[in-house]
């Protein structure tokens, strides 16, 4: 029965995670994986989350199942962190927000709905992207079109290139859109861009994806809904998949949410409805502690305020690292520009390098970065920052002897 199965290749990102952990050099350093690091290289359970699973533990009467979309909690508080608490869209009954296994699950329940239920047959999404997008939105049926995204020289939005693919857009098609500190590039829209492209979106009739997985990590909870905020008060409709991974520290548990916004509150019961009805036949109901936790952080005044706190500590220490990478990387190798670095935003940076330089930076100096040249700023520290630049600069210089 299974004899005729290949191997499927690796992920790339997780792929090499396993790489790293089998290499035995004790000087190894990962700058792979899109989990954040403290400067002790450890990826910690923040002081909310711990308090709140004291809490959770005292409280908790019940394993019992959680309902399809989990509760009516976490959907409220997740829809008010997501638009804001006053977002007309929330006031007008617009909107409807499951719970879901981390931000991926989130996409996947919106591929699907939107291939079974609402006749979208393809996708735009920007080239490059996070590696899972298209296998996402493939393995719901949905056919991916890519638009370019950088600049050749990889140290730039190519914005015209942008525009010019997706007016060959059609009415129905989907779009994915990195609200805030884009994956893999660190490159994001600016404010103007936005208008442009929801412009486009709108006049083309295209059902925009908001995919929020760093909510908080580019200037702030607030400041990186703004787009996504005006405009669906404008009354448009689409869909915001955000995630608690990265701005909790939930990696693990697996939680994220799925927030419909129709343009008239009488469609919200059937949107609702279907994403129910597709939730139950692939994961049935969500996990519960970390929907726990979300729920419990966010509705706690104390606890969110530390939340915020330690949120805003994990965004400074990104600013911080991303300022002294690229003074450092300047001061070995004064002839390349590395200045595109502090205009990128959030955990990951483009750095510049090819597939070649990273393959050398990992064979020779035990240094993972993803083949694309993507680093995890956050894996930088004081104990390896020196290391890092110093490796960079000898396969930049022996790739320009080459
Ligand atoms: C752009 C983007 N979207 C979605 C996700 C999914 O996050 P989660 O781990 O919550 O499934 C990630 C995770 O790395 C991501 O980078």
């Known amino acids: 029965m299974f004899e005729e199965l290949k191997i499927a290749p690796p992920d790339p990102v997780f792929g090499l ?18 989990a954040y690091q403290t400067e002790d290289g450890t990826t910690p359970v923040l002081n909310c989350v711990k308090q709140a699973e004291k809490l959770i533990h005292e409280r908790q009467t019940t394993k019992n199942y959680l309902p399809i979309d989990g509760t009516a909690t976490f ?22 927000t499951a719970h879901t296994p981390g931000g991926t699950g ?12 609402c006749g979208t047959r393809r996708i735009w999404i920007g080239n490059p992207t996070w590696a899972n997008h298209p296998q996402i939105f493939k393995a719901a049926g949905l056919e991916v079109l890519w638009f370019p995204y950088l ?23 989907a779009i994915l859109l990195h609200t805030v500190c884009h994956n893999p590039t660190g490159f994001d829209l600016s404010r103007e861009q936005w208008m442009q492209t929801l412009e486009l979106v709108k006049s083309k009739e295209m059902v925009p ?24 008060a404008d009354g448009h409709a689409g869909i915001v998949c955000n995630s608690f991974s990265k701005n909790m520290g939930l990696y693990g548990e697996r939680v994220g949410g799925l927030t419909l916004v129709t343009s008239e509150s009488r469609s919200q019961p059937a949107v609702l409805s279907q ?20 729920e419990t952080v966010l509705s706690d005044s104390q606890l969110r305020s530390e939340w915020i706190v330690e949120l805003d500590t994990m965004r ?13 990387l300047a001061e070995r190798i004064p002839d390349h520009d590395f200045s595109f670095i502090r205009r990128q935003v ?11 330089q990273v393959i050398r930076l990992r064979s020779e100096f035990a240094i993972y970065a993803v083949e694309s040249g993507r680093i995890n700023i956050a894996g930088i520290n004081s104990r390896n920052l020196e290391t890092i630049c110093d490796a960079i600069a000898k396969c930049v210089e022996q790739t320009a002897e080459c």
């Open 316 to 328: 400074r220490r990104i600013i911080d690292l991303r300022e002294m990478f690229a003074e450092r």
């Open 151 to 173: 600049t050749p020289d990889q140290r730039g939005l190519d914005f015209e290139h942008f525009l010019d693919a997706l007016e060959r857009a059609e009415s129905g098609d």
């Open 209 to 232: 994806i908001f995919d929020f997985a760093y909510q908080g990590f580019g200037e702030g909870l607030d400041e990186d809904a703004a787009v996504l905020r005006q405009y669906f």
């Open 346 to 356: 959030g955990m990951f940076s483009f750095s510049g390098l090819s597939r070649e």
């Open 17 to 34: 995670a396993e790489m790293f952990r089998a290499d035995p050099n004790p000087a190894k350093i990962n700058l792979t994986v899109g």
């Open 106 to 117: 989130a996409l996947r329940v919106a591929a699907d709905l939107l291939h079974q239920q």
């Open 75 to 96: 959907a409220s508080l997740v829809a008010r962190l997501v638009l804001g608490e006053q977002h007309p869209a929330i006031a007008d009954g617009r909107t409807a």
């Open 275 to 294: 994403v129910k009805a597709i939730i139950r036949t692939i994961y049935s109901t969500p996990p519960q502690h970390g929907g726990a936790i979300v």
